[in-house]
């Protein structure tokens, strides 16, 4: 059984920091992409960033400049640092990873239970 277990999420003020982590435990053998979205109140869930195994990384346009994810291998971890937060940030924040785990062939797509990252103006 895989679990991915999210923490960080916060109240804070527009301008503020946050640092999103994601711990994966479980029968892991490899992971490859690790990413964070985020669903806002009314709207569809959507990439935020991404980081492949080898370390390349995508983001959304209205995170570029502001957000960095990075990975510790070692750990099974995804961090989201975010910096000059905004109150359209405001969301819950899900971890996502692609796992391939004991027993199975391939690769397959698990999701943390999210946390709430709120932008006060």
């Known amino acids: 059984q895989v679990q991915l277990v999210e923490s960080g999420g916060g109240l804070v003020q527009a301008g503020g920091s946050l640092r999103l982590s994601c711990v994966a435990s479980?029968?892991?053998?490899?992971?490859?992409?690790m990413g964070w979205y985020r669903q806002a109140p009314g709207k569809q869930r959507e990439l935020v960033a991404s980081i492949t195994s080898g370390g390349t990384t995508n983001y959304a346009d209205s995170v570029k400049g502001r957000f960095t994810i990075s990975r510790d291998n070692a750990k099974n971890t995804v961090y989201l640092q975010m910096n000059s937060l905004k109150p359209e940030d405001t969301a819950v924040y899900y971890c996502?990873?692609?796992?391939?785990?004991?027993?199975?062939?391939?690769?397959?797509?698990?999701w943390g239970q999210g946390t709430q990252v709120t932008v006060s103006s």
């Open positions: 996502n990873a692609n796992l391939r785990v004991l027993g199975f062939p391939r690769g397959y797509d698990y």
């Open positions: 479980g029968s892991i053998l490899t992971i490859n992409t």
